[in-house]
């Protein structure tokens, strides 16, 4: 069996999305998400220039070997570029094979560990009142766990309040917006918003927060300590993890679940962090890691230390992501929570898939495979447009961390 011919597909239904479709000299063809936000062209090329033509003419069952070879072969290791797109050669290698075993690709890593996986959805508005409405909808959409995030007095933009309610979008401007941040405003704000979610629903929802990298080590654990009382699911990315050993000082003040990792490419960006048991959750998605193939490595490391699995799932991981995601979900042994952003309806046309949401759970369905197709004509329809990650700012001028 050998690789016949292996692509790059740029489409953007309302969004950018990079995938890789393989084909084979058996008609069966796997197909692989390389998305990554803002920068999505580096990986397109450096997949079309550097690895595709490397994989042509190998053998699609060879897996394992053909990872080694794209993560040791290009001598310059890690990455976020480099391990997307090895992530999505990856994808669609293991959704070839299990195509080919005419299983589902949660069958071909060891069968499902769970009947549906528990996801979590996006709740935001421009102020508690607002924010704490929309925690109702989606409670009312069958939701059992839902991250909030409100607009803050004071601040003309707030971090993961989007225009629209169901659909949001960060990427927004052809360059990069820039926004303002201000510590104090928001550490005083955010503990009132869960407090009246508490108030207003009760024990039983499970309620989630992101950080989005703001604060310093000592402000994430005064954070984490005010947050105690309201019994979150987690606090995600509340520092930046460049330096793994600044969870500690978080950890040893506040007993709240900690979440990271969406920005991690591999094993090496998160292996402190969880063999100090610093975090609770991991977050690195299949398309950013390397694939299933190192995924999976990272998720058995983190079950021999009780850390469990919370991948990323925002809108700019495409439905290919998300379906592989559910497979992996399915089978792991210590997943946590799957996050789930809803595409929309043109990105759904452009990657037909078998997964489908029930009563607050995704399914991965039963296809063979991941379960995600490309429609070739539809992705056609909508070309490339450059689209930035927005910049922040402190209230002097400073840069900061978006
Ligand atoms: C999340 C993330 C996203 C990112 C986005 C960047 O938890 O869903 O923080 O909202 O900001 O994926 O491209
Ligand atoms: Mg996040």
């Not at 990455?79 to 589902?104: H, N, Y």
């Amino acid at each position: 069996m050998r690789i016949d011919a292996a692509r790059v597909i740029i489409t953007s239904p309302g969004r950018n999305f990079v995938s890789v479709k393989i084909e084979t000299d058996q008609g069966v063809y796997g197909v692989g998400d390389a998305t990554l936000n803002g920068r999505e062209l580096a990986v397109a090329s450096y997949l079309q220039d550097h690895v595709l033509p490397c994989v042509v003419g190998r053998d699609p069952r060879r897996i394992e070997d053909i990872w080694q070879y794209l993560y040791r072969g290009a001598y310059w290791r890690r990455g976020p570029v480099t391990m997307s797109a090895i992530a999505a050669v990856d994808m669609a290698l293991w959704d070839i094979k299990a195509k080919m075993a005419g299983m589902p690709l949660y069958d071909l890593l060891g069968g499902k560990s769970r009947d549906g996986v528990l996801v979590y959805g996006h709740a935001n508005g421009a102020d508690i009142a607002e924010t704490v409405d929309e925690v109702g909808r989606y409670l009312g959409l069958g939701y059992k766990a839902i991250r909030a995030q409100s607009g803050i007095p004071g601040l003309a933009a707030a971090y993961g309040v989007g225009r629209g309610k169901d659909y949001y979008e960060p990427a927004d401007a052809s360059l990069p917006s820039e926004t303002v941040w201000d510590t104090r405003k928001y550490m005083q704000f955010v503990p009132g918003l869960f407090e009246k979610l508490r108030e207003t629903y009760g024990q039983a929802p499970q309620l989630l927060h992101d950080v989005h990298h703001r604060l310093t080590p000592m402000e994430a654990a005064r954070l984490g300590r005010a947050l105690e009382p309201y019994d979150l699911f987690w606090l995600e990315d509340a520092t930046p993890a460049e330096n793994q050993e600044a969870f500690r000082l978080i950890r040893e003040n506040t007993v709240i679940p900690l979440a990271v990792g969406e920005v991690f490419n591999s094993i090496w960006d998160c292996k402190d962090l969880i063999q100090n048991q610093l975090i609770d959750y991991i977050r690195v998605p299949v398309v950013r890691a390397g694939g299933i193939t190192h995924l999976r490595r990272i998720a058995d490391l983190a079950g021999l230390h009780q850390v469990r699995t919370g991948f990323h799932g925002a809108t700019d991981l495409s439905p290919v992501t998300m379906g592989a995601a559910l497979h992996f979900d399915s089978w792991v042994p210590n997943f946590g929570i799957q996050e789930y952003m809803r595409h929309t309806p043109e990105t759904d046309a452009v990657f037909p898939h078998a997964y489908y949401f029930e009563d607050g759970l995704l399914h991965p369905g039963d296809a063979p495979g991941h379960g995600v197709d490309i429609d070739e004509k539809e992705a056609a329809r909508f070309p490339y447009k450059p689209a930035y990650l927005p910049v922040t700012r402190l209230e002097d001028g400073t840069m900061w961390n978006w």
